[in-house]
Structure formats: C-alpha cells, structure tokens
C-alpha cells in the first residue's frame, strides 16, 4: 500500500503567479488535512475535506487560498498571487473514514516545499 | 482553543543517554490523544508515540516512552538509550476526540530540536 503521495516537492514560484500542491492520499483514505508549516514553527492547521467536500476550512487564509478534493483525482491546494509569506512547507496527510470510538491516525506525505521569490 | 507548547528549542544528548523532552497542551476537554511526531531532515512527519488521553498507563514504544500527567496536562517524551538516528526535530501534537467541530486536526507545539553527539 502505497503512502501519501505529494508532488511537487519542490515549487519555486515568482511573486504574483499561482501555486498548485497535489496530495494523494493512502488507498482506502477518504479524508484529507493539509497543515503548513512556517521555517523554524510546527505545523498548522489549514482546511480538512473529505470526497468533494470542505469539511473545516477554518485554518486557511481567507483571501488567495483554496482547496479541493475531487470524486476522482488527488486534493489539490491552490495559492494565487503567491507572495513571499507564502514561503513554507506544505504537508498534506489522510485517514481513514473517522469513527466516533476508534483510533485514527493521520498518515502524513513528505511535504512540499514551496519557495516565492 | 487548545494549545500546545514545547519550551525546549533544542536539546542534545549523547549517544547512549537517556533524553526527556518536555511539552504541556491547554484544553478544556477530557477526551483526547497526544502524539510525539519525528521530523528527520528529509522533513518527513514520523509517529512516535500516542497517547490517548483515558488510559493511566503511560505508553511505550521500544526506546521510547511517554509521562503523561493528564493533571498537570503534561506530556514528555523520554528516548532511552540514545541513537545517531533519533537527531530531528520533535512535535508535540494534540487532538481533540470530543467530535463536533474537531474533525481530528492536530494541534501541534513549535517543536524541539534534538541533537545526538557520538
């Protein structure tokens, strides 16, 4: 069973242009998280999205930022206008379907480390 | 809104000690886990360790083990016979399993980096 893929892991974009960061998650996982993390900080929060809905979008910018997670397809995060803040590792990682008793963990992918000039 | 904090920026052990590194988490809920993640430089997120917030028993993973002081909302990581391959940075995360509004997110803490000399 493959991991959580993520491409590209390296994105340098110009100030201005658009940013495109692709998860796709474990076989089976049906549920997605994306967390930033900011040089020398932990990973934040950003938005959680199950198949073709957002399920907590309340870590995301409000402006220039959105997320998708199509019914076929890998989730994409998408940043327009990137600016230099924007510099940061971006990790996606998913789970299975969420149960009320169990214990699920999150599988993270390796990142992907966007760089604005 | 829980919070997380690691008061360590680093810490260094030699090869064969024993390292403790320390993090406390604010919340108001009883139902919860708590996770120690390892990032290596490769910047991969590596479970450690788990915690779930119910059971007294503190848990154990080989040469790693957790206090967990559900009280004092305390929760350290002890690495026991120190390895060259345990240098990364450490993460504390918490996550809430009260349902509603969490949805699992993790919160994580600023993370402490963990040097091993031979």
Redesign the interface.
């Known amino acids: 069973n493959a991991g959580v893929m993520q491409n590209p892991r390296h994105l340098v974009r110009r100030r201005g242009q658009e940013a495109r960061l692709r998860c796709s998650p474990m076989k089976g996982h049906s549920h997605v998280y994306w967390y930033r993390q900011l040089p020398e900080e932990g990973l934040k929060f950003m938005v959680y999205l199950q198949k073709e809905n957002i399920i907590d979008e309340s870590g995301m910018p409000k402006e220039r930022f959105s997320a998708e997670f199509p019914k076929e397809g890998p989730s994409i995060l998408r940043i327009q206008q990137v600016v230099r803040g924007d510099s940061a590792a971006y990790f996606c990682a998913s789970s299975p379907p969420l149960q009320p008793i169990f214990y699920n963990e999150q599988f993270f992918g390796p990142g992907t480390r966007l760089t604005v000039l | 809104a829980q919070t997380?904090t690691?008061s360590q920026p680093e810490m260094s052990v030699q090869e064969a000690e024993t390292v403790t590194l320390s993090c406390t988490y604010d919340t108001s809920e009883s139902d919860y886990?708590l996770f120690w993640y390892k990032q290596p430089p490769?910047?991969?997120?590596i479970?450690v360790i788990?915690q779930?917030a119910y059971k007294q028993q503190n848990a154990t993973e080989n040469r790693f083990s957790v206090n967990f002081q559900k009280a004092a909302k305390s929760f350290s990581l002890k690495i026991s016979d120190s390895q060259l391959g345990d240098a990364a940075m450490y993460?504390c995360a918490y996550r809430s399993n009260a349902?509603g509004?969490s949805?699992?997110?993790?919160?994580?803490?600023?993370?402490t980096i963990l040097t091993v000399h031979p």
């Open positions: 997380v690691q886990y490769s910047r991969q997120m479970l788990r779930e993460f349902g509004t949805y699992g997110k993790l919160t994580f803490g600023q993370g």
